[in-house]
């Protein structure tokens, strides 16, 4: 099968994907701005837990649960995306 | 800048649910009139894209880390509409799996991530290209002042509803999560010039697709 550049498209997001035990542990910006104002402490508990903070369940090793998380979720959006396309343009 | 549970009050909730409904309801619409066989494949990798990089937090200052939306991205290669369904589906899986934003927060995050940062991004891009001229340098610079605008944007109406549901007054919220998002703005002006560069060094075709 010859590789399409889209195939080079999802390889490379997959290719991010990995790096994610690399990514800044910090608050983001809504997080910063939260606690120091002082309501950070007013956010609520999911009512579910699936794949929580991008760390896979039930894996030891955090950078490895990080990164099965991270592929998976790249996974799905990639299905989820193409899908919706599908639909969406064979209505037409 | 996703928004947890618990930021919000029920109006303003309930008011951005509907606000993005429309909105998302319009896209699907758009879609079904304009959407080609050549745009399904860049729709899926946007979204594993977005969903991947979204998981890359950069530094920003002391303590504070950000990371791409992606909105402006999306807009500039598949158009405002197409956009913010990438978003919408994005921001749905990290609601649903991952439990990043809040499941009632989830039209806010649509109408800031989804809805203002693709059309802010799309429309900016625009308006550099029309003032510039074609070319790849006007893409460029669009996608940067495009991508950084999205986020400024975006976190004015972000700290714009936790005023209104009684969070920090706007005031105080305004310009501290403006304050913020203006440096990573940049990160995402950065990130998108990045991949427009990279698209139009490779497959410059794929941004001559109808914008939808």
Redesign the interface.
């Known amino acids: 099968m010859k590789l399409k550049w889209w195939h080079v498209g999802l390889l490379i997001a997959l290719g991010l994907a990995i790096l994610s035990p690399l990514a800044s542990p910090w608050p983001d910006g809504l997080e910063r701005v939260a606690e120091n104002k002082g309501f950070i402490e007013t956010a609520l508990e999911p009512a579910f837990e699936i794949i929580p903070d991008y760390v896979f369940p039930g894996v030891g090793n955090e950078r490895l649960a990080t990164i099965l998380a991270g592929l998976v979720g790249t996974l799905i959006l990639f299905g989820i995306s193409y899908g919706v396309g599908t639909l969406l343009k064979a209505q037409r | 800048?996703?928004?947890?549970?618990?930021?919000l009050n029920a109006a303003t909730a309930a008011t951005t649910y509907i606000v993005s409904a429309g909105g998302v309801g319009y896209s699907?619409k758009e879609?079904?009139?304009k959407?080609?066989?050549r745009?399904?494949?860049?729709?899926?990798?946007?979204?594993?894209?977005?969903?991947?990089?979204q998981?890359?937090?950069?530094?920003?200052i002391g303590?504070?880390?950000?990371?791409l939306i992606g909105g402006a991205l999306a807009a500039i290669l598949l158009g405002p509409w197409a956009g913010t369904?990438?978003m919408t589906?994005?921001l749905i899986?990290?609601c649903?799996?991952?439990?990043?934003g809040?499941?009632t927060a989830l039209g806010a995050n649509v109408f800031n991530m989804g809805l203002v940062a693709c059309f802010v991004g799309y429309y900016l891009h625009q308006a550099v290209i029309s003032l510039m001229g074609e070319g790849r340098r006007s893409t460029l610079v669009g996608g940067f002042v495009g991508a950084w605008a999205s986020v400024f944007l975006a976190?004015i109406a972000?700290a714009i509803e936790?005023a209104v549901s009684g969070?920090?007054p706007l005031g105080?919220?305004l310009p501290?999560?403006a304050g913020?998002?203006t440096l990573?703005g940049i990160g995402e002006g950065l990130i998108t010039t990045a991949v427009l560069a990279f698209v139009t060094a490779?497959?410059a075709d794929?941004l001559e697709l109808q914008k939808v």
């Open positions: 800048m996703h928004i947890p549970d618990g930021f699907i879609a079904n009139r959407l080609g066989d745009h399904v494949p860049l729709m899926g990798v946007m979204g594993a894209f977005i969903f991947a990089a998981m890359l937090n950069f530094p920003v303590g504070t880390s950000g990371h369904l990438i589906c994005v899986v990290q649903l799996v991952f439990q990043d809040g499941l976190s972000c936790l969070k920090s105080v919220a501290a999560m913020v998002h990573i490779t497959r794929l």
